[in-house]
């Protein structure tokens, strides 16, 4: 996939625009864009071939490239103005939002657009956001002036749009997974949710690689670390979940999932295990 050359801009150098944290990594100023259209190709086939090359010469967009670890994007998204956002072209994020002193996530990755909390000022609550990349990352930033340019395609202006009620949606269904009472059937919700779009079939299920650590998984399904280990021994020893962080394993299908997860008894440690298991990993 072309990006128009090296048209990318890499955290660690010495010049940097703006000052930043020594905490956090920021992506640094550059003066050099890529072709958008090149860069992400579902907004490209919302084109036909014809409109497709008038508006690659006008939808260009600086790109920036973060490493692993915790991204600091403000001055970012005060450069994105009134513009889209900081779309993600390659990678995966972790989008933090922290009030008192409870953390909840929601992963975001390629072909989804971040956007800054809304500074609402009739919110009595405080909250902290704070955005950290669990893969290399590759952003476009999509400001006033490229919203600008692309005027004369507004497929790319609705197809953004599609995007960020995608996300408003995948928070609706997070919503739904963690009104669930029982651990286990939040977890199973949840990495199966994952799967329908970063699982790979195989012939026992679908294999999950994604960087999901046991903390990391309480923030996304809201409970406590140690209490996610436990259940996924539990749903390890019913031959249900298997791996570690960076290579999960559904075993089956969702439905034989859930059916195994309410029969008989409310609790999972009651279900006898459908395979031999050898040190929480499926043998």
Do not use: K, N
């Not at 692993?68 to 001055?75: A, K, M, V």
């Not at 928070?171 to 009104?179: E, N, P, W």
């Not at 249900?240 to 969702?254: E, I």
């Amino acid at each position: 996939m072309s990006t128009g050359g090296q048209d990318v801009v890499r955290l660690g150098s010495s010049s940097r625009w703006p000052a930043r944290s020594e905490r956090t990594s920021v992506p640094e100023s550059s003066p050099l864009y890529t072709y958008l259209l090149d860069a992400d190709d579902d907004l490209a086939e919302e084109l036909d071939i014809r409109t497709r090359f008038a508006a690659r010469q006008l939808a260009t967009a600086r790109v920036l490239e973060a490493d692993t670890g915790e991204c600091d994007l403000e001055s970012w998204f005060a450069a994105v103005g009134h513009g889209p956002g900081l779309l993600i072209l390659d990678g995966l994020v972790a989008v933090d939002t922290r009030i008192v002193d409870r953390t909840v996530t929601q992963l975001q990755g390629s072909g989804d657009l971040l956007q800054p909390p809304s500074r609402d000022v009739d919110d009595m609550i405080e909250r902290v956001a704070s955005w950290r990349a669990l893969s290399a990352c590759r952003l476009a930033l999509l400001d006033a002036e490229f919203a600008e340019r692309v005027l004369p395609w507004p497929q790319i202006g609705h197809t953004l749009l599609r995007r960020t009620q995608r996300g408003a949606e995948d928070l609706g269904m997070l919503r739904a997974i963690s009104c669930q009472p029982r651990l286990e059937v939040r977890l199973v919700l949840f990495l199966w949710h994952l799967a329908a779009r970063w699982g790979r079939v195989e012939p026992t299920g679908i294999r999950l690689m994604l960087p999901l650590t046991h903390r990391l998984l309480g923030q996304l399904v809201g409970a406590e670390r140690p209490s996610i280990s436990h259940a996924l021994g539990r749903l390890a020893d019913a031959g249900l979940v298997s791996g570690t962080a960076g290579d999960w394993h559904l075993h089956g299908s969702l439905d034989a999932h859930l059916e195994r997860l309410t029969e008989g008894s409310t609790h999972l440690t009651t279900l006898r295990p459908a395979r031999r298991s050898t040190g929480g990993r499926i043998a």
